[in-house]
């Protein structure tokens, strides 16, 4: 089955600083790479996504980029704010959709 | 609209008991999975029904099983429980199977003494 590795394992920045977190994965078949931020006790919310027929993808502040050759994908987060500090998920998908695979989590937090 | 609802929200058992859990979905959503969650851990993918049919199955033994009811509510049903399946457990729905996008539930914490 799909392996889902994700480093680091936590990020301290600096308020206004780039955060850079990366994820692997095993299977050339999964085809759909979804970030979840999650704050503490609260649920995984979907912040950006990317799909395997796109190499890059940005909304405001946040950015995603894949290799599809390499088998890794990347979440960037431009100006920092401390409301960015949580957990952050990436995960995998099949083409069905029917099965997803997700990392181990980072811990990000931005000082103010 | 209201999102994914999973109820209860806390649940205290010990071990060999048998545990249910409940999923609302979004509506409109007819997809539902099931993730577990151990502490510091990222979501372990479960199940995934559609249609009430189980069209998706991760690494858990059959102690876990779940249904999925026509307005495409879900239930997890776990047996037999160990001091492992102590964890959050989490719903996430989807429009439909093949449409990747999944919105989570809040969770329900399960506790096994």
């Known amino acids: 089955g799909e392996n889902v590795e994700q480093h680091p394992s936590t990020l301290s920045v600096q308020e206004g600083d780039s955060a850079v977190i990366k994820c692997t994965y095993s299977?050339?078949?999964?085809?759909?790479f979804p970030w979840y931020k999650q704050e503490l006790g609260k649920r995984p919310q979907l912040i950006i996504d990317?799909?395997?027929?796109?190499g890059e993808k940005k909304d405001q502040r946040i950015a995603v980029t894949l290799n599809k050759t390499a088998k890794h994908f990347s979440l960037h987060i431009t100006e920092t704010q401390p409301e960015d500090s949580a957990v952050y998920f990436c995960?995998?998908?099949?083409?069905?959709?029917?099965?997803?695979?997700f990392g181990t989590g980072t811990s990000l937090t931005v000082i103010p | 609209d209201a999102g994914v609802t999973q109820s209860p929200t806390h649940l205290i058992k010990t071990r060999g008991q048998q545990v249910t859990l409940r999923c609302s979905p979004i509506s409109g959503h007819k997809s539902v999975s099931w993730y577990q969650q151990v502490l510091g851990q990222g979501p372990q993918f479960i199940f995934q029904?559609?249609?009430?049919?189980?069209?998706g199955r991760g690494n858990f033994p059959d102690r876990f099983s779940a249904r999925q009811f026509p307005n495409y509510s879900s239930e997890l049903n776990v047996n037999a429980l160990l001091l492992g399946d102590s964890a959050l457990y989490l719903c996430?729905?989807?429009?439909?199977?093949?449409?990747?996008?999944?919105?989570f539930g809040p969770g329900t914490r399960l506790t096994v003494l």
């Open positions: 995960a995998a998908s099949n083409p069905a959709g029917n099965q997803f695979y």
């Open positions: 996430a729905s989807s429009p439909r199977t093949g449409r990747n996008e999944q919105f």
């Open positions: 990317i799909r395997s027929n796109v």
């Open positions: 029904y559609y249609e009430k049919e189980e069209r």
């Open positions: 299977d050339s078949a999964s085809n759909y």
